[in-house]
């Protein structure tokens, strides 16, 4: 099974820690345009960050917060920095500003290499979309 993590992935590995940060779509067109030729969309009313490593923008991640809990979105690492981590990190940075908005839970739209670290965490299978997409809830 692919795990999203290297070949020869050691569970001891420890990825560089990223800086993300808030940003404006403005701050990431480069990698919404990168990402809408992968099939991703954006919401205008998504709160959008950065993942930064070393000053270099490696990825992007969104959520919104709705009553009682958060659509985290725009999941989006550059195709030279994948398999190193970084998603893991976004992910576990955007679950922290869930909890922060009191969201009893969390729902993602995630890819066949996203959907082993949501399963990790006791995310449950919503839905299971034709063009390998899978709805996912995360109670908090």
Request: aromatic share 10%.
């Amino acid at each position: 099974m692919d795990d999203g993590e290297p070949d020869g992935y050691d569970e001891d590995y420890q990825p560089q820690m990223l800086e993300i940060v808030p940003c404006v779509a403005a701050d990431v067109e480069s990698l919404i345009v990168a990402g809408r030729k992968e099939g991703l969309a954006f919401s205008p009313s998504t709160e959008l960050f950065m993942a930064r490593l070393n000053g270099v923008i490696v990825g992007l991640c969104g959520i919104v917060h709705y009553r009682g809990h958060s659509k985290l979105k725009n999941f989006y690492v550059l195709p030279a920095h994948r398999r190193q981590g970084y998603f893991r990190q976004m992910l576990d940075f955007l679950l922290i500003k869930a909890r922060e908005a009191q969201s009893k839970y969390v729902e993602a739209t995630a890819t066949a290499l996203s959907l082993p670290e949501f399963l990790n965490r006791g995310a449950t299978v919503k839905r299971t979309y034709k063009a390998g997409y899978t709805a996912v809830r995360l109670n908090l």
